[in-house]
């Protein structure tokens, strides 16, 4: 079982930044993926951005460089939002996948509200 706690979120203007947490608990594998999916109102659930413990990077097509994600080990990871827009606004879950057993975990999410 993994736990997923999350924070950062928050309301914030339109140009302002955020950055999200995520650290993983519990039995983590060395090898996984750990990042974040969003899901707004009225729309499916979206990658934002993963990293894997080995450096691979993948983000969603919107982020276009506004976003970074970063990892510190094989538990924690941060996502930094620049440039945030209205359209940024959506519920962010943390996401962990093992890359040696078949198992994913989804955090209980975090509200990133954009105004204009």
């Known amino acids: 079982q993994v736990r997923l706690e999350e924070s950062g979120g928050g309301s914030v203007q339109a140009g302002e930044s955020l950055r999200l947490s995520c650290e993983a608990s519990?039995?983590?594998?060395?090898?996984?993926?750990l990042g974040w999916y969003r899901e707004a109102p009225g729309k499916e659930r979206e990658l934002v951005a993963t990293t894997t413990t080995g450096g691979l990077k993948n983000y969603g097509d919107f982020v276009k460089g506004r976003f970074i994600i970063s990892r510190v080990n094989a538990a924690t990871v941060f996502l930094q939002m620049n440039s945030l827009k209205p359209e940024d606004t959506a519920v962010y879950y943390c996401y962990f996948r093992s890359l040696v057993a078949p198992v994913a975990y989804w955090g209980p999410g975090t509200q990133v509200t954009v105004s204009s």
């Open positions: 519990g039995s983590i594998f060395d090898d996984n993926a």
